[in-house]
């Protein structure tokens, strides 16, 4: 099944199967930029999205997902900043994946940066890992080539410390005081202007949307707090006290920068059970 928006405002492609060039260009053209965009110096390194893509695949790697900014201007629709999530072909009927979080622009709005993620097929989550394990970010100047392809290694390498974190918050098991700070701390992380508190209580993100999530380890606590505060959908009172329902997570930033957040968040608390 394809999606040819995400919420109201990203152009997004999303996909049981292995996307291809087609599809993609047809929804993110952005990634098959051949030079970068007319406003950049020369000074500026080019680094081609689709070749890295490219690369990846030769590796066993395969788009699920691409989404780009959408724009004002059309004339950097096909420059602006995208996403890519690949995943390894034989993980598709894994429970969980692996996935590389590609992230690059042709217009200076990016640097090119690829992270270490993972995806939950139950509830389609996109999780996102913490700097703590890997993250590549590499700026649009100087020689490049080498640092995107040591790039990617690194990558590859911080699964092993994914798999490792993923496991270790599974063995932490969570009362129902840890788990209101934890969730009330993840609502911060969202909500962090003083003068708008927050719609939803700590309880309603903990709430589970599948039984099979009720368990009280801290690996699915922080799933289900990550997927009601990302997909939204839940209903609450904003500060005047007008019935409202929470929206998705729009953007790249948004989408990159809570996930992030949210895995530290849960980083942080296995290490103070440990």
């Not at 928006?5 to 053209?29: C, E, K, M, N, W």
Request: hydrophobic share 35%.
């Amino acid at each position: 099944m394809l999606a040819s928006r995400f919420a109201s405002r990203s152009p997004v492609l999303r996909s049981d199967t292995p996307l291809s060039d087609d599809q993609i260009r047809a929804v993110v053209p952005s990634i098959y930029a051949e030079a970068p965009h007319e406003s950049r110096s020369e000074r500026y390194c080019y680094i081609p999205t689709v070749a890295v893509l490219t690369e990846l695949r030769k590796e066993g790697f395969q788009p699920f997902m691409v989404t780009q900014t959408r724009v004002r201007n059309d004339d950097r629709r096909d420059h602006t900043k995208h996403m890519i999530r690949l995943r390894h072909a034989n993980q598709v009927n894994d429970s969980i994946a692996n996935e590389i979080i590609l992230l690059n622009s042709h217009d200076g709005s990016s640097s090119y940066q690829m992270l270490a993620g993972a995806f939950r097929f139950v509830c389609s989550n996109g999780l996102v890992c913490g700097d703590t394990v890997a993250d590549v970010r590499i700026p649009h100047k100087g020689d490049v080539s080498d640092q995107v392809v040591q790039g990617a290694y690194e990558v590859l390498q911080g699964f092993e410390r994914v798999q490792e974190s993923r496991e270790a918050m599974q063995a932490v098991t969570l009362d129902e005081g840890e788990a209101q700070i934890f969730a009330r701390a993840a609502l911060a992380l969202k909500y962090d202007d003083p003068d708008k508190p927050a719609p939803i209580t700590e309880n309603q993100i903990l709430l589970p949307r599948r039984f099979d999530d009720r368990r009280p380890d801290l690996w699915m606590a922080f799933n289900r707090v990550q997927e009601n505060l990302t997909k939204g959908g839940l209903r609450g009172r904003s500060a005047n006290g007008r019935r409202q329902s929470t929206r998705a997570v729009q953007g790249i930033d948004t989408d990159i920068r809570l996930n992030r957040a949210l895995w530290l968040l849960a980083e942080g608390m296995r290490q103070l059970k440990a």
